[in-house]
């Protein structure tokens, strides 16, 4: 991870911890796991407590971070609030958590030290979800790594589990396959 994702981590988590449950995911996450990975952003999920966007905003002005787009309409939208950390330049995106999946997320999200920062990280097996569930091709080649150094049948059997429930709420039929691609060529680990 780059020095500068530290210092955004160590500010932001400064910030998030008094708002609520938060985790990081994205590629600064697949890169915690243990898989190369180069990004020049950090995304996190938070549940704000209060759900107060417009005062949450200010304490993270007030934490050295500005938004990028000053769009409440986006905001809306898209639950996402992309900021930008002024003392590295690092782009941060906060994505606003709703119910369903993010709540699972949330609960099995585990505290870990990064670069001196006590940081929520996703769980591996829901980052790989979430992975498949972007679809992009570094996005699979993500899962692809994680899977081929976390891999286990437990792991396994839940990403299965939440894939066929995403496939039905959503209406699709290409996860479940997408990830057996994934796990199908790369060996099972005990974790």
């Known amino acids: 991870m780059q020095p500068a994702a530290f210092d955004l981590l160590r500010a932001l988590a400064a910030v998030l911890d008094r708002w609520g449950r938060w985790y990081l995911f994205g590629a600064q996450a697949v890169v915690a796991y243990g898989a190369p990975r180069f990004s020049a952003d950090v995304d996190v999920t938070v549940e704000l407590d209060p759900d107060d966007p417009e005062r949450f905003v200010r304490d993270m002005k007030a934490g050295g971070f500005a938004l990028r787009v000053d769009d409440p309409d986006f905001v809306r939208r898209t639950r996402v609030m992309p900021f930008v950390h002024l003392a590295t330049g690092m782009p941060l995106d906060v994505v606003l958590a709703g119910s369903g999946l993010e709540d699972e997320f949330l609960e099995r999200a585990q505290t870990t030290d990064i670069g001196g920062a006590r940081v929520p990280l996703?769980?591996?097996?829901?980052?790989?979800?979430?992975?498949?569930?972007?679809?992009?091709?570094?996005?699979?080649?993500?899962?692809?790594?994680?899977?081929?150094?976390?891999?286990?049948?437990?792991?396994?059997?839940?990403?299965?589990?939440?894939l066929r429930l995403l496939e039905e709420a959503l209406g699709q039929s290409d996860l479940l396959s997408g990830f057996e691609s994934i796990a199908g060529g790369a060996s099972t680990h005990r974790s």
């Open 122 to 162: 996703i769980d591996v097996a829901d980052l790989i979800v979430g992975k498949i569930l972007a679809g992009r091709p570094k996005d699979a080649e993500d899962a692809r790594s994680l899977w081929r150094i976390h891999g286990s049948d437990a792991r396994r059997r839940r990403i299965r589990r939440l």
